[in-house]
Structure formats: C-alpha cells, structure tokens
C-alpha cells in the first residue's frame, strides 16, 4: 500500500520532500487501522447479529399434507401464536404428495437462512426412510427445532360401514379382506404406517386408496367412499364426536379426555396395537443454531399460550413435557424414530 500511495504522491509532486512522505506514511497507518476496524466491524456484524434480528420478514412452513388434515391442524395452530412472538408472520404452505416426502424434500433443499422451515411427523421422519430406499433428505441430519404435539391414533370407520366394534371389525376384516379398503395420506405417512402395523398384527391386507392427506381421505370415508382408516386424534374427534364417523378405538394406554367415551385397543381386545404419533418442527441442514433457537423459543411460547394449548387439548393432542421442548430432545428422538420404525415395518411385511 505504502509504494502506491509514494507513487501516486510521485506523479502529482515529482519532486516529494523527506517531510512529505512521513506524512504519506502517517496517512497510510491511519489507512491501514481503518480498514482493520471495518473488517473486524464486518465480523461482528455477521451472522449472529443477523440473528439477533431475525426474521425480518414473513416465514414459510412447509406443511407435507393437504389442508384440514391433522399436521396442517397443528402447524396453524402453533404458527398463529409463534407469528404474534417473532412478529412476522409465518405462512403455511401445503405441497402434498409421496407420504409427505415431497414437501419434506422441497424445504430441505431451501436456503437454511430460516425462512423456510418445515412440520414433520412420524411419517415423514421415521417411517420414511425404511419405504422409500431414495429417499432425497436424511431426517437425522435436519436441523430439529421443537416438537409441537403428540396425537394418539384412533381406528375409525365410516357409519356405512357394517362394523360397530373393534372386535366385530375384526372378525368382518379377516372374513373379508377383498372387500375391505382403506383410506390413507400416501405411503410412509402416519396414515399409512400405522395401519400397516394394524393390518400386520391382523394378517389382512385391504385395498389400500391413497389421497393427498387425511382430510380428502376423511371426506370419502364419511361418504361411505373407503371403509376404514387410521389417523391422529386431532383430525378425527370432531367428526367422531358430531357422530360423522364411527371410532372402534384409540391406540393409546389411556382413554382421551378429549374422547372419553373411546375404549383402548387393550380394552376393546387389541392389546399389542399401541402406537403415537408426533408432530414437530424442523429447518433445512446449516441453518443458524442462534436461528432455530429463536424458532424453538417461539414455539415454546405458543405451547405455554392457553389459548393455544386448550385448541390442541381439545382435539386430543397431547403436549411435550418441557424436558420433550428441547431442540436435541427431537434430535435424539428421531434417531430413535428411525430404527424403530425400519423394524416395525419390516416386521409388517
């Protein structure tokens, strides 16, 4: 630096005295110490400050199933509270298809600057992996941000249906496996891994019907279009309750508050057929720790909020426990998911 200020002092004086180059020298080290502090301001004013402020606009989530099923329930739910937290507002984008895989494939490849985050289920992050061998993400290596709700799974039926009890399905299912179908989201959704492990314990195998998500499927089912299917609590106790649908039972150790007239699979005969589903959050692969912390501490707010807990209590869902609200609780959690479920299915087939 110093010999191209010297020379641009040469070209403009030619004949440069010993007194003027200390002071092209003197301006060269203030030069030299301006730039230092820019640079070192640069630092400091990277990422983490960029955390500090985010979102600085609206948020994307991603959610794998068509509207009105139970993980779009509960990203609307969350979202609307965690929106009034970060003071943006968080935007539910459906992109159904491939058992949720499809949207969990087109948020994993978004940015990781957390405007694209994604509402993840058992399906989609640990029933996947052991139905789709190519499978585009790995669900272990996504960024967890928290787990939103667990939703015990209920065995339903339409009301045109000639079953009344879980034991009468049973014995109708077994009689007639040609003529039972069944509703379900998509393969590797909850929709369709818990009723494989059903139709495994059974030794059935109905017609499957896939849809986009369990509401269109629901839909049918009230028609009298599909028989049966297997869904999470929240998308169901409405209808069970106003009497559109038929429920046999819900798959939990415990009767739901939100449906206490429901017996237990153990109760209604079908002790083995225990099985919970989840719902949480997630961001693409190198989104910022300081980012999905802020997420996680929006989302614990929305499940502290009364408003929203008793709209999720309602439905049946149940909620983490604060020691479940950790970002490397759903870490852990889903490594778990993953071998539990590659081996339950494997055992289903």
Not at 90 to 108: F, H, L, P, W
Not at 216 to 243: H, K, T, W, Y
Request: charged share 15%.
């Amino acid at each position: 630096m110093r010999g191209l200020v010297v020379l641009i002092a040469r070209l403009a004086h030619p004949v440069v005295s010993h007194e003027a180059l200390k002071i092209v020298t003197w301006e060269e080290s203030v030069l030299k110490k301006l730039f230092a502090v820019a640079f070192a301001l640069t630092g400091l004013l990277g990422i983490p400050a960029m955390a500090q402020t985010y979102p600085t606009k609206p948020v994307t989530m991603i959610v794998p199933f068509a509207a009105g099923g139970p993980t779009d329930i509960v990203a609307r739910f969350v979202s609307e509270h965690m929106s009034r937290t970060l003071g943006q507002q968080i935007v539910v984008e459906n992109v159904a298809g491939a058992g949720g895989t499809t949207g969990i494939t087109r948020a994993a490849g978004a940015a990781p600057d957390g405007y694209t985050i994604m509402m993840g289920h058992m399906g989609t992050h640990g029933a996947a992996p052991a139905l789709y061998p190519g499978l585009k993400y790995d669900p272990t290596a996504l960024v967890p941000v928290g787990v939103a709700a667990s939703t015990p799974i209920l065995i339903v039926g339409s009301m045109k249906f000639a079953p009344k009890t879980l034991q009468e399905f049973v014995t109708y299912a077994k009689a007639n496996p040609d003529k039972l179908n069944q509703a379900h989201a998509g393969i590797g959704s909850v929709s369709h891994s818990t009723c494989v492990m059903l139709n495994g314990q059974l030794g059935i195998k109905p017609t499957a019907v896939p849809y986009t998500g369990t509401g269109p499927a629901l839909n049918d089912m009230i028609s009298g279009q599909v028989d049966f299917m297997c869904d999470q609590i929240v998308n169901l106790a409405e209808q069970i309750r106003g009497g559109a649908i038929r429920a046999y039972a819900i798959a939990s150790p415990e009767r739901s508050p939100a449906l206490p007239d429901v017996p237990t699979t153990k109760e209604a005969g079908l002790p083995d057929y225990q099985v919970i589903a989840w719902n949480a959050i997630f961001a693409p692969v190198g989104t910022a720790p300081e980012i999905t912390a802020r997420l996680n501490e929006a989302l614990g707010k929305a499940l502290g909020d009364e408003a929203t807990r008793n709209r999720l209590l309602n439905l049946g869902a149940v909620l983490p426990a604060a020691s479940e609200q950790t970002q490397a609780y759903l870490g852990d959690f889903v490594k778990a998911e993953v071998v539990r479920w590659n081996k339950a299915l494997a055992a289903a087939k």
